[in-house]
């Protein structure tokens, strides 16, 4: 082999080398931010519309709620680990990502709507925090998101004892499977949470989710990084893409 051939594939290797070391970095940095900082998630289904539509992709900011093995990505998430580090507690309306250990600890999102001591209730779909009915303003004629025509469908603007304000639906009126429940104490180490779309969300009020652990909070949900409408759209679909992305809710802070 000659020494231009030698050079050339010294030369060659130091750029495989760089890029290599590029790549190994850039890996190194996201996954450092996922597990410490922000790490993304989508919306896959209906249970909090109409304030995350399904196809959104949210940033989740783990620093609030401090760290545990919920906090970590699968595989790790099944480490014999037990406690958090920095731990602090969410308040009455925030939107939290939880893992479901009922539900093969998938990550599931909802509103914080119990903290520990509280007592929540839902009667004829309005919702009583410690024996108050929570105010709620009917939003005429809205446009809901609800399957099919429903003329019970309606929304409305609820308020939260501590002045959280957010929009939720009831696809089924006031008298939904989940409209109407027992009250429930939430224990110390635990939290009560609902979907914002309350006829189409397994939340605390049913067996499969009841109580939230406080180990298994993951984040809480600050902004849409990006949203896309599936049904506008086939992942094939590559010439519809454009037309379905959803520009407008872009940078929205998740509220």
């Known amino acids: 082999m000659s020494d231009g051939e030698q050079s050339s594939l010294k030369e060659m290797a130091a750029e495989a080398w760089d890029v290599s070391k590029t790549v190994v970095i850039a890996v190194a940095v996201t996954l450092f931010v996922r597990f410490f900082f922000i790490q993304p998630f989508n919306i896959p289904s209906a249970s909090m519309e109409p304030t995350l539509m399904t ?17 970590l990505i699968y595989p790790l998430t099944r480490m014999p680990l037990e406690g958090r580090a920095f731990s602090d507690m969410p308040d009455r309306g925030e939107v939290a990502v939880f893992k ?7 990550d599931y ?22 024996g108050k009915a929570v105010e709620r303003e009917l939003i005429p004629d809205p446009e809901t998101t609800c399957e099919g025509y429903n003329p019970s469908a309606r ?15 009831e696809c089924d009126g006031d008298s939904g499977d ?24 397994a939340d605390s009020r049913t067996p499969m ?3 939230v652990p406080h180990d298994q ?29 959803r520009y407008g809710r872009i940078g929205d802070k998740v509220e």
Do not use: C, H
């Not at 909070?217 to 379905?244: C, N």
């Open 55 to 71: 196809g959104d992709f949210i940033l989740v900011d783990k620093i609030d709620y401090g760290y545990s093995k919920a906090s």
């Open 100 to 106: 479901n250990a009922r539900d093969r600890n998938k």
């Open 109 to 130: 999102v909802k509103r914080i709507i119990g903290v520990p001591g509280d007592t929540i209730q839902v009667i004829g779909g309005v919702l009583y925090v410690n």
């Open 155 to 169: 929304r409305y603007r609820e308020t939260l004892p501590d002045g959280p304000t957010y929009t939720v639906q």
């Open 178 to 201: 989940w409209d109407n429940t027992a009250p429930k104490r939430v224990p110390e180490g635990f939290y009560f949470a609902m979907g914002d779309n309350r006829d189409r969300s």
């Open 209 to 211: 989710v009841n109580f």
């Open 217 to 245: 909070l993951v984040g809480r949900a600050r902004r849409v990084a990006f949203s896309v409408d599936g049904d506008k759209a086939k992942f094939w679909e590559v010439w519809r893409w454009p037309f379905a992305i």
